[in-house]
Nanobody, 113 residues
Framework: QVQLVESGGGLVQAGGSLRLSCAASGRTFSSYVMAWFRQAPGKEREFVAQISRSGGSTSYANSVKGRFTISRSNAKNTVYLQMNSLKPEDTAVYYC??????WGQGTQVTVSS
């Protein structure tokens, strides 16, 4: 089992950047495929980005492709989401997950216009 704790959310103006972090407990972090999801008010949770166990393969939702970058450090048991050129529609609670089975508590990202 793994426990996940997100951080780095906040309020930012449109066009700005934020870097989210997700710290994982346990010794088997490198065995998990890690991903970020988000959920806006009144909407379903949606996929944002995913990274393979080694970090060599990534995938993104079309809505964030070219603006967001997912990365990981297996040495630090941490996955990151670098978010650039933020838009008001990126406003949501962002969640990280391991194997889409273990979830963090989420971190709020608010983008003002």
């Amino acid at each position: 089992q793994v426990q996940l704790v997100e951080s780095g959310g906040g309020l930012v103006q449109a066009g700005g950047s934020l870097r989210l972090s997700c710290a994982a407990s346990g010794r088997t972090f490198s065995s998990y495929v890690m991903a970020w999801f988000r959920q806006a008010p009144g909407k379903e949770r949606e996929f944002v980005a995913q990274i393979s166990r080694s970090g060599g393969s990534t995938s993104y939702a079309n809505s964030v492709k070219g603006r967001f970058t997912i990365s990981r450090s297996n040495a630090k048991n941490t996955v990151y989401l670098q978010m650039n050129s933020l838009k008001p529609e990126d406003t949501a609670v962002y969640y990280c997950c391991a194997d889409r089975n273990y979830w963090g508590q989420g971190t709020q990202v608010t983008v003002s216009s």
